[in-house]
């Protein structure tokens, strides 16, 4: 198994999108955000990367050829020579694997996706489509706005309370908790769940909507 998250550095994208956008759906040059992907598969030795159309719901597709697009937001995959590939610039990406039955699998987790648990979803489908068992479940939850920076409206809380921080009558989220939790609450021991320290909105070698609004896309992928 072969996981990464990539940072902002390390392609042929210009200002704004600088450098390694791989995002196609931001206004960047489409040529280079082709030319950014070409690199990030050769830099990963995969003869094929699946990106999905991201729509902030709790999809979950089961990948098997590798030319798949679907609208979705969570893959799993059983085959070798794939990527999968989750794309973020401030949401958690969030990267599984099954050590023992070499299940892989990504999922898209911003608010929304959060507040529909599509990280739990995502094992469930792995659990049932592959034989999954949470015992050999690792989870990991790349860069991502952490509390320090996501402030929200009382609005955007709902369904997001146990991780709801309230500082000087300002709501702030603490989306990497509520996954956390979620996984917590499947049995998936503490020491099986990584949890990147960054914050995208606070460190410059990422991408960050919450930051730059206009802006590219780093990504987590996970192949076999
Ligand atoms: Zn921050």
New binding site residues.
């Given amino acids: 198994m072969q996981k990464l998250f990539t940072t902002r550095f390390g392609g042929v994208s210009q200002v704004p999108f600088d450098s390694l956008n791989v995002g196609l759906h931001v206004n960047d040059n489409a040529l280079h955000v082709k030319e950014n992907r070409a690199i990030l598969k050769k830099q990963l030795g995969v003869s094929n990367l699946v990106f999905m159309n991201q729509v902030h719901g709790d999809e979950v597709v089961v990948v098997s050829k590798g030319d798949e697009y679907p609208s979705c937001d969570a893959l799993i995959c059983a085959q070798e020579d794939i990527g999968l590939v989750v794309m973020v610039a401030d949401c958690i990406p969030i990267l599984f694997y099954d050590r023992v039955r070499h299940i892989i699998g990504v999922a898209h987790a911003g608010r929304a996706g959060s507040a529909l648990h599509v990280g739990q979803k995502t094992i469930a489908k792995m659990q049932e489509v592959f034989g999954s068992k949470i015992e050999d479940m690792q989870v990991f939850m790349g860069p991502s706005?952490?509390k320090?920076?996501y402030e929200v409206g009382i609005e955007a809380t709902v369904g997001l309370e146990k991780c709801l921080h309230v500082k000087h009558g300002r709501y702030f989220l603490d989306l990497q908790s509520a996954n956390k939790e979620d996984f917590l609450a499947l049995g998936i021991r503490e020491e099986a769940i990584e949890i990147s320290p960054i914050?995208t909105?606070?460190d410059k070698d990422y991408f960050s909507y919450r930051r730059d609004k206009t802006t590219g896309r780093f990504c987590g992928v996970i192949t076999l």
Avoid: P, Y
């Fill in positions: 706005i952490q320090c920076c914050c909105c606070c």
